[in-house]
């Protein structure tokens, strides 16, 4: 169904990240895993929220459920009685936990969830459970219901929260999904932009990798703010919300490219401000381990063009689950 904003038809600005720790990449690094770089990680979101507080901005934090767990113990007590039966096993959060163990700095993080929820404006949603694989082969529709089941469950019992936004790992949308995701309790996913090389991305190429690239220094796809029938309400309750650009992590060796980056989504948050869309931007947190003091300085330069959009245009900034209150009201 298609939607419009109605007559509040100032631009929207939405931040979703995929808050994972090592749970977004055990399957790509295998043992090879660079333990500093996810203890940098949980240094860097105090002050994340700092700069989301200090400039009035609200942001979904889509979170592994299994970083809700403070110990192994508590992990094994939340996991759902159903597993998913990958056919390529390493895909599985269990068999990789099975076989190299688990660190409390990398694969727990309650104390973190606590900071975010008591940041305003902040949203705690979903990122599954298990960092959950909905295209790859072997895995059902049941087993999905029951990841999502456990993600609700260890945040109800021990946050005293229900969530409602959802982001698919891998942004892997399984459209015949979304029924299920409803079902357990969530009014937001969020969608990949319309171009090409964002479609069907559990099959990557080089030529899809070259695109999304490119795409992030110079105009080579669609629009990428958007509003009608770019967002959607697949039935009744769920909403789906485009992405409009990741916010790609910062080369120490490639000045001009990240100052063109860094142009062009400000010229894309202005488009959005200028004509009453939405623009949605996304990142992972510990994108920024690489390059911190860089990092923060290229967020802060974004976040204060945001904030120049609001008093010119009278911009707002909605997380994902105020924007599908906003769309739905």
């Not at 110990?71 to 996991?79: D, I, L, P, S, V």
């Not at 079902?183 to 964002?198: C, I, K, L, T």
């Not at 992590?249 to 860094?262: D, E, F, M, Q, V």
């Not at 959009?309 to 994902?320: D, K, W």
Request: glycine residues 8%; aromatic residues 12%.
């Amino acid at each position: 169904m298609e939607t419009s904003l109605g007559d509040k038809n100032n631009g929207i600005l939405t931040i979703s990240l995929d808050f994972e720790l090592l749970w977004g990449l055990f399957d790509k690094i295998g043992g090879r895993v660079d333990r500093d770089y996810f203890r940098r990680t949980r240094t860097l979101i105090p002050g994340l929220l700092e700069l989301f507080q200090a400039y009035g901005v609200e942001v979904t934090w889509a979170t592994v459920g299994m970083l809700f767990a403070d110990n192994e113990e508590e992990w094994r007590a939340f996991q759902p009685e159903i597993l998913p039966t990958y056919r390529d096993e390493k895909l599985s959060a269990y068999h990789w936990a099975g076989k190299f163990g688990l660190d409390p700095d990398l694969h727990f993080a309650p104390d973190l969830i606590r900071q975010v929820m008591d940041c305003p404006g902040q949203e705690i949603g979903s990122h599954t459970f298990a960092h959950y694989y909905t295209l790859s082969p072997g895995q059902s529709p049941e087993q999905f219901r029951a990841d999502l089941q456990a993600s609700q469950h260890i945040a109800k019992s021990k946050f005293g929260i229900s969530l409602a936004s959802l982001v698919f790992p891998r942004n892997h949308i399984n459209f015949q999904y979304l029924d299920i995701c409803l079902e357990e309790g969530f009014s937001q996913v969020r969608g990949n932009p319309a171009d090409w090389y964002w479609q069907e991305n559990q099959h990557e190429g080089w030529a899809k990798k070259i695109f999304r690239t490119a795409d992030c220094l110079v105009p080579l796809g669609k629009d990428k703010t958007y509003g009608g029938s770019q967002v959607y309400q697949y039935r009744e309750g769920l909403w789906v919300l485009p992405a409009s650009r990741f916010l790609r992590p910062i080369k120490s060796r490639s000045p001009i490219s990240n100052s063109l980056k860094a142009h062009r989504i400000k010229s894309e948050m202005s488009e959005a401000a200028q004509k009453g869309r939405i623009y949605h931007l996304w990142w992972h947190p510990h994108n920024f381990a690489l390059t911190p003091e860089d990092s923060f300085r290229e967020l802060e330069t974004l976040l204060r063009h945001y904030k120049k959009l609001q008093e010119e245009y009278g911009m707002a900034s909605l997380s994902m689950k105020n924007l599908g209150l906003r769309l739905g009201g």
